[in-house]
């Protein structure tokens, strides 16, 4: 995940405050998409991007929105954060889509109290 | 909703051991399977790629496809403490989208 970073790495918050997440590469790769990671539940995916303000829903997008105003960056918010929204927060980016192969990031772990 | 099925473990083999991991799927017109290994508090990283029925071989790692019974497997050779990890399996779910299986617990005893 060498070039691959999100911050914050660690965040507490409270009910109903608005959360943003960040992940921002220096591969210059195309596709990039945010994960959550449960226990019981492994990985889902929340939204992804195809390209600069291109991006689409995945399986759990529900309370969760994201934007892609360059390349490098990919922005997660939680617009009113809730304690089922504690959850460890995954980035991965994507070369090519024929190719299907994902790096991640080192991850943001959310806890919503 | 494409499934990836894969037994929560944890496996537990002995160090020197082949460890064999396995991974169903349910979409049979699925074409290309990925293997990741997550240690425990880190990120998923990819470790095998396979396209094709048959074996994939790189080092101690060996991948099998078998698109008629819809498996994949990852069999580690000569398994060391350092492989005690999560493996996940994952397949493409949609236009540049993989979806994965829970993970299978490999915990290797000195």
């Known amino acids: 995940d060498a070039g691959i970073t999100q911050s914050p790495r660690h965040k507490v918050t409270e009910t109903g405050t608005p959360v943003t997440l960040r992940c921002h590469q220096t591969e210059n790769h195309r596709y990039m998409y945010w994960y959550r990671q449960d226990p019981g539940h492994g990985l889902r995916l929340i939204h992804y991007?195809?390209?600069?303000?291109?991006?689409d829903k995945g399986e759990v997008s529900d309370g969760y929105s994201v934007s892609r105003s360059k390349t490098e960056d990919f922005l997660l918010t939680l617009e009113s954060a809730t304690s089922s929204q504690t959850s460890v927060y995954f980035c991965a980016i994507s070369e090519t889509a024929s190719s299907y192969e994902q790096y991640f990031g080192p991850g943001t772990r959310l806890t919503v109290t | 909703q494409k499934e990836v099925e894969q037994n929560s473990g944890p496996l537990s083999v002995p160090e020197g051991a082949i460890a064999s991991l396995n991974c169903t799927y349910s979409d049979r017109g699925s074409q290309s399977f990925f293997w990741y290994r997550q240690y425990s508090g880190k990120s998923p990283e990819l470790i095998m790629s396979?396209?094709?029925?048959g074996d994939k071989e790189d080092g101690r790692f060996t991948a099998q496809l078998n698109k008629a019974s819809q498996y994949v497997s990852l069999l580690i050779r000569d398994s060391q403490p350092s492989d005690s990890a999560t493996y996940l399996c994952a397949v493409p779910s949609g236009y540049s989208t993989l979806t994965f299986g829970k993970g299978t617990m490999l915990l290797v005893s000195p």
């Open positions: 991007s195809y390209g600069v303000k291109d991006t």
């Open positions: 396979i396209y094709s029925n």
